[in-house]
């Protein structure tokens, strides 16, 4: 799945892990900021931007993101960027909010020549469902963690099919560059879906979709707080582990059916991704998408509220 971000460049800081930047929107210059590399705001040295010859088209390193507000302007969101010639960049992002901050990763950046200045840029990166460590995979012999499978294993998938593993790829996620709200697990509780689905605490990337009825939905999209949470306690680097089958399919994990891995763009970052062989393009499922928690249909949030009342309706009698 992937994500394109309409941004425009502000400019570039050549070294150092840190940039400073005068934000400008509707012809208004804002105080000077420094961005340090996990994105924070901090006081520093004036450096003001100018657009540079040496531009960031290509692979650019995703370092942080950042809200700022310009003087009498709108508060804005802009992308951090480590190039590849070396450079820093910070783009402001035309599509704003926290649901659609990046994930740590790399991005293809290219110009946007379609709009009214060569200086808009496209931002485009994917993010691929995963599992965490430990996610119980079903197979014809039984279930088996994620991590211990590896490329010619067979699992099962939720239409009853013995199907190969191409690849178990693996991602490594270091919160400190990160969005939590991107990077942080979705943890499914046991029965949040269905009566005994997923059958245990379900762990998946907020991207990692999930069928309920015939609609796939995005992990992230389900958070309410109580039977569907962002799993905070995690370590500061962890890391994903992605199923990839000869075509795009439902997994059965903790009994869930959870996509398999599709390929998107190019290698977003994985530590293992050069055995990887390629493979033609696969289709995705003939299932719509719910990206966010405003589309879902009002069957599923009918049914994810009668799951979350059954399952604490048991905590409070206890209680």
């Known amino acids: 799945m992937t994500t394109t971000y309409d941004a425009y460049l502000l400019g570039g800081y050549k070294g150092g892990t840190s940039l400073s930047f005068t934000a400008t929107s509707e012809g208004k ?39 700022y507000k310009s003087s009498g ?40 020549n379609t709009g009214s200045s060569s200086t808009w840029w496209d931002i485009s990166g994917d993010s691929p ?3 965490c460590a430990g996610t119980m995979i079903a197979t014809p012999t039984g ?20 199907r190969r593993v191409r690849w178990l790829g693996r ?29 245990r605490d379900l762990l998946l990337s907020p991207g990692h979709a999930v069928r309920i009825g015939d609609v796939l939905v995005h992990a992230g999209a389900l958070v309410n707080g109580t039977s569907i949470v962002r799993e905070t ?9 992605h199923l990839e089958l ?35 393009e696969a289709m995705e499922l003939p299932y719509p998408r719910a990206r966010s928690a405003r589309q879902l249909p009002g069957a599923v949030r009918a049914q994810l509220a009668a799951r979350a009342a059954a399952i604490a309706a048991p905590v409070a009698t206890a209680a």
């Open 129 to 131: 469902g995963c599992f």
């Open 143 to 162: 279930a088996v963690a994620v991590e211990s499978l590896a490329a010619g294993d067979l699992v099962l998938t939720a239409d009853g099919q013995v």
């Open 246 to 280: 000869d075509t795009h399919a439902l997994l059965l994990a903790e009994g869930a059916p959870a996509e398999s891995f599709l390929d998107g763009v190019e290698d977003m970052n994985f530590a293992n991704w050069q055995d990887r062989v390629p493979a033609p």
């Open 171 to 199: 991602s490594t996620i270091a919160r400190v560059f990160a969005d939590p709200t991107q990077v942080l697990p979705i943890r499914i509780r046991a029965g949040a879906l269905d009566e005994n689905v997923p059958a």
């Open 73 to 112: 302007g709108p508060t804005l969101d802009g992308f951090i960027g480590h190039a590849a010639n070396g450079s820093y960049y910070l783009f402001t992002a035309h599509i704003t909010g926290t649901g659609n901050r990046p994930a740590a990763g790399t991005y293809t950046v290219t110009t946007d």
């Open 29 to 67: 210059t804002s105080k000077t900021n420094t961005i340090n590399a996990s994105g924070n705001v901090l006081g520093g040295t004036v450096t003001t931007f100018s657009l540079s010859s040496n531009n960031p088209t290509g692979s650019v390193t995703y370092v942080g993101w950042v809200s």
């Open 233 to 241: 306690d995690v370590p500061m680097v962890f890391t994903y582990y």
